[in-house]
């Protein structure tokens, strides 16, 4: 491929997409990185198939021309398709660092090419970064002032790489107003940059940064930069507004605002809703809050006639009040069932008046809304089948040691019953179902990877072991299997929890002191350290006799146990 290029194409790391050569047919469309592994995706955009060459090119004095090319593929390419070509920078390869410039080059048969341009750090770069900047905030005196020690670290012309690693924009930054740069540098400071780990750092500078857009009024940017989601959508930009209106003026942290901001866009979302989309718009907002569960409930398993009646009275009270806080709601749900059921009895099931506060409203009684809401309200996806929301499951009595922790996952759609009403707590839970359950209750999106585990096929798990493998919360049993069918193991589950959490900026108090387990030789290394953080935090405990049974298998009880603690963002 030949080296020169006419036009150097500048790339938006945030957004993925640059522009294309004048003229040239194939594109590189889009880019992400995650902990040194590149996805790139190129587009042929002509009309016929073409053969397209892609190169991985370090820029260094140091190496032989051979040794530039970090990547070489080449792949046929069908017409006004695209092709995501996986691609991994080593810390260090024959002597030499991966920090540096490189550049990746896409050109097909036609000679039509593409070139895109960036700086990487290495793992001991990036650890260094991060040392000296925890360095300074261990300096700084007033949160007012964390910017004069922080800001020049962060933006030195070589944390350029930096901020490629961990998928965020230099230029966008850097670009930003003094304001802006001020205020995501207190943030920073103040959620947490002293105890910050290079796994969660960055969505710690994301939250900062979005948190200080929103603050100085720019919220739309603010909230997407927070990457918020309502129901597993993007969220309308004509409801920002009036969403934003019904909430505290700012915010010092990021999941209050995306807790509060959440409940204000479902409830501008009802207020907009006619009667034949009530139903729809309810649901999404129970699902994406988590309150109200009981009366949405309640309103939708009545007849059909009672249950329009009600969406009815909804929607008239909303045209006779907007609605601005979620108790609002509550009365007003409690309002549309008496309404719907007046001339007779309906076939909902009894309880429920209206719920808790929130923040908004000026209610002090908060209800908070999960922190998986922060990454988009969880779905599903299984083979197994749903149980309607506000039903409990017939083998979860009410003492149920889970109950609890069941009936929460289920309300959110992580967790489902069998065709029979059941629940199964004592089945045991494979890799590939807990894996499920995980990315659902967290609500992860990723764009899709490669994978290589020969015994992953194309089924109902696919796209959640794809989640999970992007985002870094799980490895295969080796470096060939996942291990679908497996039983999971408790330590690996550890794992994955912590990974999770920190991935979501998610903080564990520690509750407890761990004293070691009588079994802790057993627990494999890779796994101790989660299972010490999770002990301390008390979301997970011991088995009798102060063990851990670090390769015991786990229930579904248990696993959705362990996910309720980690995640109801109660404590």
Known sequence: MKKTIATILALSILNGIPAMAAGSTVAITKLAVEDGVISATVTNQGETETRLTLELMKEDGNLTEEEEVYALYQKVLAGQSSETF???????????????????????????????????????????????????????????????????????????????????????????????????MKQMYLNGLNTATAENYAPLFKSSYGLALYNLGQRLDGLKSLSVKYNQQSIDESLIAEAASMIQASYNVPNELIRDFLVAYGLADINRT??????????????????????????????QARKYKAYETIVLGCNESKLTTETQLGTLLARAYQSAIQDGQGTGGSGGGGGGGSAIGGSNNKVPVSSDSYFGAVGSGSNENKVQTG????????SHWA???????????????TDKGTFEPDRQVTREEFTKMLVLACGLSADAVELTFEDVADDWYTPFIRTAVANGIVNGIDSTRFGIGQNITRQDMAVMVKRALELQGISMNKEKTYTAFDDEVQIA?????????????????????????SVGNATRAEASKILYEALKGGK
């Open 274 to 303: 006619d009667v034949n989309l009530m139903e729809q718009a309810l649901n999404a907002f129970q699902v994406t809050t988590g309150l109200y569960a009981t009366e949405i409930g309640q309103i939708s398993g009545l007849i």
């Open 525 to 549: 290394d890779y796994a101790l350290e989660s299972v010490i953080a999770l002990y301390e935090a008390g979301i997970i405990n011991g088995k009798g006799e102060n063990t851990f049974d």
């Open 391 to 398: 039903s409990l499951f017939s083998d979860i009595p009410s």
């Open 403 to 417: 109950k609890e922790a069941v009936t929460w996952l289920k309300n959110k759609g992580v967790v489902n019953g």
């Open 86 to 184: 996986v691609l991994e920078i080593p810390d260090e390869r024959n002597g030499v660092s991966g920090t540096g410039n490189y550049y990746i080059e896409v050109e097909n048969a036609e000679e039509d090419r593409d070139k895109v341009s960036f700086a990487y750090a290495d793992r001991d770069t990036y650890n260094a970064f991060l040392n000296t900047l925890k360095t300074e905030s261990g300096k700084v005196t007033q949160a007012e002032n964390a910017y004069q020690l922080l800001l020049p670290v962060v933006t030195d012309l070589s944390s350029k790489g930096i901020f490629f690693r961990i998928g965020l924009d230099y230029d966008t930054f850097a670009q930003s107003n003094e304001a802006v740069k001020k205020e995501t």
